[in-house]
Structure formats: structure tokens, C-alpha cells
């Protein structure tokens, strides 16, 4: 019998998965039980970074060659400043935020508008574990907290973190959430382009923001995609290991 090559096995893999595969989900997903090497998530990352046969979508994501126009034209991304594009992006860094968020052990929310929209190949609802909000406090304080993007509970159904996405809107205005959520032991997070970190550290000088600046946390696209891979090839390694 014929042995499949390790650049085979990736790629049959992302073929099952539609034709791309976050980073993460190949280490969780390819069987690398044969691969003659300590370091098999190195190769798969090597395998995508030199092969003709792969492509990168973004930061965490890749897609086969061979399916690049049909996976440009089903997330719209061929314009990237197309409605359809924005919505793919936004919703592309809300799932990778939420399934974080899942691999820790939180309950995770995102807003009722949101529900239905794509992550790969599921809707945001179909990986959030929460289909309501934690009635954690007064009504309209909840009202407000259920608008942010993506909101991490702890055991104890209080939020533990807020994430707002930033992709085209003003990060002024989910500042101002942040701010009218300050009372609460939790974290706050404005994900986008490092490009627009400049924007953000200006945005926080603001008086309003005072009180809340060292808690507000500036997270660069990379830098989710890349605690998205590492959780689970840490939970892959914990397949192969009790710990």
C-alpha cells in the first residue's frame, strides 16, 4: 500500500473540511500518530508556508490552491472592502474569539444580530454556547453588555471579558461600552488591525476613559489568530498525553 505523503494528508484533510481549515483545526484534526517527527505541528505549519498547493486567506487560515476562486467568491473576499468582505471578517475574528473562549472553559455570547452569521462552515450560533445572556445585573445594564461582540462568563455567570471587533466601525464607540460596563471585574478588548493601534492608544487619552485604561487591552488580529492555533495544539497534545 502506497504511503501518503505528510503534504497529502493536510491537504485531504482541508478537502473534508470544504477546502480550508483554520490552523487550529489541523492540528486538532490531521493524524500525525506516523509522522517520523517531534515536531509535527511545525511541519504542517511548514507544509501550508511552502506548498503551492495551499493558500492563506487570513491570519490562522488557509485554503487549497486549486479552490482559491471558489473560496474567494463564497466569503466575498476578492474586494476587500466589500459589505460582503467586512461581514466575513468580522465574523471570521468573532469565531476564532468564541472558540477560545470555549477551549478555556467560558460561556460564550454573541449579540442576537450576530447569531446567524457565518463562521466557516457554521453560523456563530452553532459554536456559542450561551443562546441568552446572563441576566448578570440590572435589565438595562444587560441590554447594554448583550450589544458588545463577543463576552466570556465565568463559572459563576458574571463576564469575565469583552471583546469588540473592530473592522470598520469607530473605536470610540465600543470605548464608551467598555466605559458603561466599567463597574464589573472584567476585562476589556479592542480587536483590529495593528494599523489601527495608533487610533486606539489616541482614542484612550480621553478623560472618560481614566479610570479604565489599564484594563482596556489593545489585540491585534495576528495575535488572536495565533492563541486560536496554540490552544489547540495544546489541547491535540493533551489527546496524546494525561496530564
Known amino acids: ?3 501518503i505523503s505528510q503534504s497529502e494528508q493536510v491537504k485531504e484533510t482541508m478537502k473534508q473540511n470544504g477546502g480550508f481549515a483554520t490552523l487550529g483545526f489541523l492540528y486538532n ?3 500525525v500518530s506516523n ?6 505541528f511545525a511541519s504542517i505549519r511548514r507544509i501550508l508556508q511552502v506548498s503551492d498547493a495551499f493558500f492563506k486567506i487570513k491570519p490562522g487560515l488557509w485554503g487549497l490552491a486549486e479552490k482559491k476562486n471558489e473560496i474567494v467568491e463564497k466569503f466575498g473576499i476578492a474586494e476587500k472592502k466589500s459589505e460582503k468582505a467586512q461581514v466575513f471578517n468580522h465574523s471570521y475574528y468573532q469565531g476564532l474569539i468564541v472558540e477560545i473562549g470555549n477551549l478555556k472553559g ?3 455570547f454573541v449579540p442576537n444580530q450576530d447569531k446567524n452569521r457565518k463562521y466557516l462552515n457554521q453560523s456563530l450560533k452553532e459554536i456559542t454556547s450561551l443562546e441568552n445572556i446572563y441576566q448578570f445585573t440590572y435589565t438595562e445594564i444587560v441590554n447594554r453588555a448583550k ?6 462568563f ?3 455567570k458574571m463576564p469575565l471579558a469583552f471583546f469588540e471587533v473592530e473592522y470598520t466601525t469607530d473605536i470610540y464607540n465600543s470605548l464608551i461600552k467598555f466605559a ?3 463597574d464589573f471585574n472584567s476585562k476589556f478588548n479592542i480587536v483590529s488591525a495593528l494599523a489601527k493601534k495608533r487610533e486606539f492608544e489616541a482614542k484612550l487619552k480621553s478623560k472618560v476613559f481614566e479610570e479604565i485604561k489599564d484594563r482596556i487591552k489593545f489585540i491585534s488580529y495576528e495575535h488572536i489568530a495565533e492563541l486560536h492555533t496554540n490552544l489547540y495544539k495544546y489541547h491535540s497534545l493533551q489527546k496524546e498525553v494525561s496530564i
Request: charged share 30%; aromatic share 12%.
Open 1 to 3: 500500500m502506497k504511503k
Open 29 to 31: 484534526t490531521v493524524d
Open 35 to 40: 509522522w517520523e517527527t517531534k515536531t509535527p
Open 106 to 108: 467560558f460561556s460564550t
Open 147 to 152: 450589544t458588545v461582540d463577543i463576552i466570556w
Open 154 to 156: 465565568n463559572s459563576r
Open 180 to 182: 458603561e460596563l466599567q
